[in-house]
């Protein structure tokens, strides 16, 4: 995720002469003039740290947010409330309060806050993930979700994660068998790549993986992820906003957006030009829009072009939309991918277990399909596990839209809230032996991950859930399911299993911190 999720604090935010810098202009600038906005003393607020002026709790955080606000919240609660510079922020790390966040008041939390980079980024805020809860944010999500990652879509897309599957066993039988037996494969480069294959093919028709345009796209990407993860100083501190404009952060996100811009508009033209050279040649509408909407470029150019009443969308909504998908669905892919194997390699006698069910149910069978995917509930439950231990998106926001309550507390209109799937994850109240990878918690077990058991909250739930539940498992489960059919695994360089890392590396969409290296055996069968 979602990427969209703006959590994290810049590393020079926390850096020691920046937050002594601060303090000692602080109690200057307090007196003179800041005027701390505190909610009316007649309201019953959540628990709060200790606070500085200006700062607020900002100087308590560390980059790995998550598990910050974890420790924090073991002593104020499962609902506190921090500053983030002058701004309140309510953090949520229950089942229960989630429930009041995403189910029972899910209209009056249904916002996204609003940052300057994230909103210049995505058209100012016309994509799904960052436009405010309204008519038109409806009326767009809707469209995703119903033309382009609805099951049947997600279904016409099978061919494409075989196709790309398949080239990745490829390469890995070809590395396998070029080097020695022991010689460890990238596993996380090739996640990568996988993971941007299958998404431009769904979403251009085409790999962008090789050439100019296509390496400079997936550069853009990278850049985009980047600036959409680092919240400029200004957002909290309103009086050090001038700091982004003088470290050229303001003026990357501008040459960012202009870039991306610019080759999403030549992506979107070369589709209308087929579009219009088909309808020359054959003058039979129906068969050329059939032919060109089996890609989301083509998908929305179809509705635009039509107009219909009710679904019209322009152009920059086709562009946002296809950022979304980009920023939505390659780092939280991957993570879960590179998450997956890493504790299977830490986990043999769940991987033997799972290759067990694997190979039995396909026997000798080479290309594993929805149906083959559907009998195998080991490989569901390892992937859920994935999901509760390693939330890819740990923390997701919202913002409320107006006054409400929470457990009892009072939330004003437009505080931000952040929402702590991975800490929820984990919390001893709901899971037995929360800090140990056991997939077979959820053999007997009817909780599922789409939103509806909040203490298990890898995709969100309510109105703003993520509306690609289906497309993302169906990537992840084909992968894992080719990966320990074809191949026996082991770690590299005589590493224990228990002695592989799981260090984090920051960011929205939380990576292994150190790529994750295994040694392949080709399984003939
Ligand atoms: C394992 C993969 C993924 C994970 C863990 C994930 C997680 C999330 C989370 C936690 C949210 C926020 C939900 C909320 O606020 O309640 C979200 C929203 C979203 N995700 Fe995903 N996501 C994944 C894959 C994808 C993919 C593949 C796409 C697109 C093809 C996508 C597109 C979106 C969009 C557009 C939103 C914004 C929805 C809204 O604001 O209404 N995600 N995702």
Redesign the pocket.
């Known amino acids: ?2 990427s ?2 703006q959590n994290q604090i810049p590393e020079f935010l926390l850096h020691p002469f920046l937050l002594s810098l601060v303090s000692l202009f602080s109690i200057y600038i307090l007196k003179k003039c800041i005027p701390f906005k505190p909610f009316s003393k007649t309201k019953r607020l959540p628990p709060s740290p200790p606070k500085l002026p200006i700062l607020g709790n900002l100087h308590q955080l560390r980059p790995l947010t998550h598990r910050s606000f974890q420790s924090l919240g073991r002593k104020y609660g499962p609902v506190m409330l921090l500053h983030f510079g002058s701004k309140p922020v309510i953090i949520v790390q229950s089942a229960k309060a989630a429930i009041e966040i ?1 189910k029972t008041n899910d209209i009056a939390f249904a916002n ?1 806050p609003d940052m300057n980079a994230a909103r210049r980024l995505t058209y100012n805020g016309k ?5 405010p809860y309204g008519e038109y ?1 409806r009326k ?2 809707s469209v ?1 979700v119903i033309h ?2 609805s099951n049947k879509m997600v279904q016409s897309f099978n061919f494409i994660r075989q196709e790309e599957t398949a080239l990745l066993m490829k390469k890995i039988k070809s590395l396998s068998c070029s080097n020695s037996s022991s010689s460890p494969v990238n596993l996380s480069e090739m996640f990568t790549s996988q993971t941007n294959d299958v ?1 431009c093919r ?2 251009f028709g085409r790999k962008y993986s090789e050439g100019e345009d296509g390496k400079k796209f997936l550069m853009l990407i990278k850049e985009l992820f980047h600036l959409i993860g680092t919240i400029g100083i200004g957002e909290f501190i309103p009086c050090l906003s001038w700091i982004n404009n003088v470290n050229g952060f303001d003026a990357k996100v501008e040459k960012v957006a202009k870039e991306l811009d610019c080759f999403l508009d030549q992506v979107i033209q070369e589709h209308q030009n087929i579009i219009n050279a088909r309808v020359l040649v054959k003058n039979d509408t129906d068969t050329v829009m059939d032919e060109s909407r089996q890609n ?1 470029v083509g998908i929305l150019l179809g509705i635009y072009n039509d107009n219909a009443a009710g679904v019209s969308i322009d152009a920059d909504n086709i562009k946002a ?1 296809i950022l ?7 780092d ?2 991957t ?2 991918l590179v998450w997956a194997m890493t504790e299977l390699l830490r986990h043999p006698i769940v991987m033997n277990k799972l290759q067990k069910e694997i190979r039995e149910i396909l026997m000798d069978k080479h290309d594993i399909n929805d149906k083959d995917l559907e009998k195998m509930h080991y490989l569901k439950a390892v992937v859920k596990e994935t ?1 509760r231990y390693h ?3 740990p923390i ?3 913002e409320a839209r107006e006054d409400a309550k929470v457990m009892g507390y009072d939330v004003a209109a437009g505080t931000m809230i952040l ?1 702590n ?1 991975w800490a929820i994850g984990r919390d001893p109240t709901y899971w037995d032996e929360p800090e140990i990878f056991k997939p077979e918690r959820f053999l007997d077990s009817s909780l599922d991950i789409t ?1 509806l058991d909040f203490e298990l ?13 289906t ?3 169906a ?2 489960e084909i992968v894992l399911a080719n990966l320990l059919q074809k191949f026996d695994w082991e770690l590299p360089h005589g590493i224990k299993p228990e002695d592989l890392d799981t260090l984090e590396l920051h960011g929205t ?1 939380i990576h292994k911190r150190n790529p994750l290296f295994a040694s392949p055996t080709h399984f003939y069968f």
Request: glycine share 8%; hydrophobic share 55%.
């Open positions: 995720m979602l969209f999720q995403m996204r994509d799904i993930s960052m436009s944010w767009l999500k995703v382009l990652l998404i769904s979403a989301f939309i979304d998908v980009f920023i939505g669905g390659t939280s892919t993570a879960t999901l939330a890819p998106v997701f926001n919202r929402i799937a939103g909250l890898p995709f969100g739930s309510g109105r703003r859930r993520c509306p690609a539940i497309f993302a498992m990537n992840v969409t």
